[in-house]
């Protein structure tokens, strides 16, 4: 999933792991978590999120038919909306699902005068078909693209439908079928390993006709879900708050997990009804400094710590400073399975056709010193697209990928010149973000391209305006990155399918014969030695042709207050909020001893 370019430092990372909060708990007997997002909410649509910021809100109100066990590791799926795990054939083509039968989407309108209505495996059929529909211009379309059948088929018909009519979701899909209310059974094309996970994934949860035809267009501003948390107030520009979903059927935080758990107090509420907060609420801060500085107020619960501010927090042994233990802080570490990029839209006539350019780029580019200037040393170099923390990792990927080199960029550069009839215009680069940390940024990547003897121009976005310029290819160059929507590596080589290309995951719009014959023969496979050895052999050819310039592998840094409980770091879940207890009176006294910092 799309993830705000190299933004470890700031608050998006532990906007990501946590839920969000409301009012102050002085004022009311409820349990509130308050966090900060850096970045604007593009929408709470499932079926077309693809970024991290609004996955993050959107989990907490739509559910998917199965989950990840919370505390569990390895991961381990569970059902969630799903009553068990899915029935599969012996050909692993047919995967038969029975769902509960107590779900209920959140009160609405929509629904009349009874506000309730059931989930039923029409829901899923349904929200599946919405994805194909062409007419609905979905970047998640590469979730099912040739995978279930008649579903491909049922998007060809979409292209038929003239404007002005209407596109017949009634139309039968030979792999959908719902024999009753609730079973809904999945027949595939051809083998597809990675689909529970992906039934474990956002873009996948079931919608409600009723509410898409009531809102329209608008349905990204008025979610109907079936999650602990229904929307309350959104107001763009400055927070967003949810609230409990009545309807909400109910789950107990579990009762098992890692052997340090219990010694690590993660499972001190087995067995306890969840959600634990009443409302969360996050407020809209662009700027890391002020977010700091609420976070240590007390205002905030969570936050990732700002590049200016990590010394402030973390010492020369990469331990928490005594005035953060002092303060009850809590540090959390991890790999993230994350890779960030320089991304080239391969349609652009001047980076497409010139590959000495794309080089030069690669080459001209100072990796390590980027991660000391702006994440403090909180990521690992990249030279390809798998990360570390995948299985699949190859661990001689340095010897292969392109490598900070100045002199080397400057030759290929004057290959780039003469293949372009002797001169270079000023590239465009855009940049999914406008503040003074961002523009840091781009006074690097300014000196990286002039030594090289490049020239570049920024342009400075918001995150939303970004994702639509990436959306519809209309980016010369653009810096982004994914974080792994589930634990394969195959979700990362999707990245550069030719059929993904934009406004599917694909932003590089890039299209190799041969890399596309590897991945369609690898997709399919069961894990195995001869898939990672695929894996690889992929990778390498996307480094060889340079569609991107890869700069790192995120490790994550996150500080909890002490008041806030059961946060377990989990690089895959996102609906997460239902779990997380807050001491409200201990946040209370912390409040008044630190008001000032």
Same mark, same amino acid.
């Given at each position: ?292 500085? #609420? ?24 331990? #928490? ?9 809590? #540090? ?266």
């Amino acid at each position: 999933m799309n993830r705000y370019w190299f933004c470890l430092s700031g608050l998006l990372l532990a906007v990501l792991l946590f839920g969000c909060a409301g009012k102050s708990s002085s004022d009311s007997n409820e349990m509130v978590l308050y966090t900060a997002h850096g970045a604007k909410i593009h929408g709470l649509d499932p079926g077309d999120i693809g970024d991290q910021t609004s996955a993050a809100y959107a989990s907490q109100i739509y559910e998917t038919l199965y989950d990840y066990h919370y505390l569990k590791r390895p991961y381990e799926l569970i059902p969630q909306l799903a009553a068990e795990m899915p029935l599969i054939s012996q050909d692993g083509l047919t995967y038969t699902i029975h769902l509960r039968n107590d779900v209920y989407f959140q009160p609405d309108k929509c629904f009349g005068k009874n506000q309730k209505r059931r989930l039923t495996a029409h829901d899923f059929v349904y929200a599946w078909k919405r994805i194909a529909d062409i007419k609905y211009i979905s970047k998640n379309w590469w979730v099912f693209d040739g995978r279930i059948k008649g579903l491909d088929e049922f998007r060809e018909y979409t292209k038929t439908v003239q404007k002005g009519q209407t596109v017949d979701y009634n139309l039968p899909v030979e792999g959908l079928h719902t024999p009753d209310d609730f079973t809904l059974v999945i027949r595939l094309k051809q083998p597809w390993p990675q689909i529970i996970y992906m039934l474990a994934h956002l873009p996948t949860a079931p919608m409600a006709k009723e509410a898409v035809e009531y809102y329209g267009r608008d349905i990204i501003n008025h979610p109907v879900g079936t999650g602990p948390y229904m929307l309350g107030r959104w107001h763009r520009g400055s927070f967003i708050e949810l609230v409990r979903n009545p309807n909400w059927r109910g789950q107990l935080y579990p009762s098992e997990g890692e052997p340090n758990d219990f010694p690590d107090g993660f499972l001190a509420d087995a067995g306890r009804a969840v959600p634990f907060a009443d409302r969360l609420i996050s407020v809209l801060i662009e700027e890391d400094p002020p977010s700091w500085f #609420l976070f240590l107020q007390g205002k905030i619960d969570a936050s990732g710590i700002p590049k200016d501010n990590f010394s402030q927090a973390i010492d020369q042994r990469r331990q #928490l400073t005594d005035d953060m233990k002092r303060r009850g802080i809590r #540090l959390y570490t991890f790999r993230d399975p994350s890779t960030y990029w320089i991304g080239f839209n391969m349609e652009d006539p001047v980076l497409a056709n010139n590959k000495p350019l794309r080089k030069a780029i690669s080459y001209a580019v100072d990796r390590d010193k980027y991660i000391e200037l702006f994440t403090n040393n909180r990521g690992e170099t990249a030279y390809g697209i798998i990360p570390p923390l995948m299985k699949d990792y190859d661990p001689n990927i340095s010897k292969i990928g392109a490598h900070y080199d100045v002199a080397r960029a400057r030759q290929y550069a004057e290959e780039a010149k003469k293949l372009n009839g002797g001169v270079m215009p000023k590239l465009k680069f855009a940049m999914p973000g406008t503040d003074v940390v961002f523009r840091q940024r781009g006074d690097f990547l300014i000196k990286c391209f002039r030594d090289a003897g490049l020239n570049i121009e920024i342009d400075y976005m918001d995150w939303p305006t970004f994702l639509d310029k990436i959306k519809t290819k209309s980016a010369q160059m653009f810096g982004l990155g994914w974080v792994a929507d589930i634990p394969d590596s195959e979700n990362f080589l999707q990245l550069f399918y030719s059929r993904n290309i934009s406004p599917g995951p694909n932003n590089f719009n890039y299209s190799s014969p041969e890399f596309d014959k590897i991945y369609e023969q690898l997709r399919v496979m069961q894990d195995c030695p001869e898939r990672t050895e695929l894996y690889r052999k992929a990778e390498r050819i996307v480094i060889e042709d340079a569609p991107a310039v890869f700069i790192l592998h995120g490790v994550a840094y996150i500080l909890t207050h002490d008041w806030l409980y059961n946060y377990k770091p989990h690089a895959f879940a996102y609906g997460l909020s239902k779990y997380r207890r807050v001491d409200t009176e201990k946040r209370e006294k912390y409040r008044k001893r630190f008001k000032d910092f």
